[in-house]
T-cell receptor
Framework: DAKTTQPPSMDCAEGRAANLPCNHS???????VYWYRQIHSQGPQYIIH???NNETNEMASLIITEDRKSSTLILPHATLRDTAVYYC????????????FGGGTRLMVKP | AAGVIQSPRHLIKEKRETATLKCYPI?????VYWYQQGPGQDPQFLIS???????DKGSIPDRFSAQQFSDYHSELNMSSLELGDSALYFC???????????????FGPGTRLTVT
C-alpha cells in the first residue's frame, strides 16, 4: 500500500471550510484514496473515496491532483461535530480488505 | 438505517479470564472485520470473515479466535486475558469483497474491554 502523510493537527473555525491535505506520492495506478474519520471513542466513519476524479457526497468533497500524488478532503461548512481524527487511506481493492489506520489529522473545529 | 450492533458495550474481566464479544453486521453485508484500539492508539486490524470463511488476518494474538456464523454474525473469543488486552474492540461490516465497496466499512459503536 502507498504510504500517506497528513499533518498531525489542524484548526478550523465553525462554519468555514475545512481543507485536510494528504500526500501519497508513491500511489500506484490502481490504488484508491479513502477517507475515514473517528470522533472521540466512536467507531471510525467512512466519508468518501476516489480514484482520479473529484468526488462529492453529502458529507464532503474529495479533490485528487492530476498526478494523484496528493488529495484534499473538504468539509464545506465545518461544525463542532466535525471535530475528529481524519484518516487518509490508500488501498488496492484486491489487496486484502483490511483498513490500515495511522498518521491521521486531528481536526479541531472551534466556535 | 440499521447499523452494526456490538455486544456487550462494556466488559470488565480479570487477568487469565476469557471474554466473548459479539457483532451483528448490517443486513445483507457479507463481510465482518474486527479491529482493536488501545488507549491513545489508532485502530489495528485483527481479522475478517467473508461468507463465514476467514478472509484476512492481521495482528491477532494466538489467544484470540473468531468466527462468523450462518446468520453472518461474528464472535471474537479472547482467552487468558492480559492487562494489555484492555482496549476498544470495533466490529465493521461491508459488501463486495475484492471491490472498492469492501473498503466502505461501517463500524459499530465498539466494546470497551477492561482487564484488571
Amino acid at each position: 500500500d502507498a504510504k500517506t502523510t497528513q499533518p498531525p493537527s489542524m484548526d478550523c473555525a465553525e462554519g468555514r471550510a475545512a481543507n485536510l491535505p494528504c500526500n501519497h506520492s508513491t500511489i500506484s495506478g490502481n490504488e484508491y484514496v479513502y477517507w475515514y474519520r473517528q470522533i472521540h471513542s466512536q467507531g471510525p466513519q467512512y466519508i468518501i473515496h476516489g480514484l482520479k476524479n473529484n468526488e462529492t457526497n453529502e458529507m464532503a468533497s474529495l479533490i485528487i491532483t492530476e498526478d494523484r500524488k496528493s488529495s484534499t478532503l473538504i468539509l464545506p461548512h465545518a461544525t463542532l461535530r466535525d471535530t475528529a481524527v481524519y484518516y487518509c487511506i490508500v488501498r488496492v481493492p484486491s489487496a486484502g480488505n483490511m483498513l490500515t489506520f495511522g498518521g491521521g489529522t486531528r481536526l479541531m473545529v472551534k466556535p | 438505517a440499521a447499523g452494526v450492533i456490538q455486544s456487550p458495550r462494556h466488559l470488565i474481566k480479570e487477568k487469565r479470564e476469557t471474554a466473548t464479544l459479539k457483532c451483528y453486521p448490517i443486513p445483507r453485508h457479507d463481510t465482518v472485520y474486527w479491529y482493536q484500539q488501545g488507549p491513545g492508539q489508532d485502530p489495528q486490524f485483527l481479522i475478517s470473515f467473508y461468507e463465514k470463511m476467514q478472509s484476512d488476518k492481521g495482528s491477532i494474538p494466538d489467544r484470540f479466535s473468531a468466527q462468523q456464523f450462518s446468520d453472518y454474525h461474528s464472535e471474537l473469543n479472547m482467552s487468558s486475558l492480559e492487562l494489555g488486552d484492555s482496549a476498544l474492540y470495533f466490529c465493521a461490516s461491508s459488501v463486495g469483497l475484492g471491490t472498492t465497496l469492501s473498503y466502505e466499512q461501517y463500524f459499530g459503536p465498539g466494546t470497551r474491554l477492561t482487564v484488571t
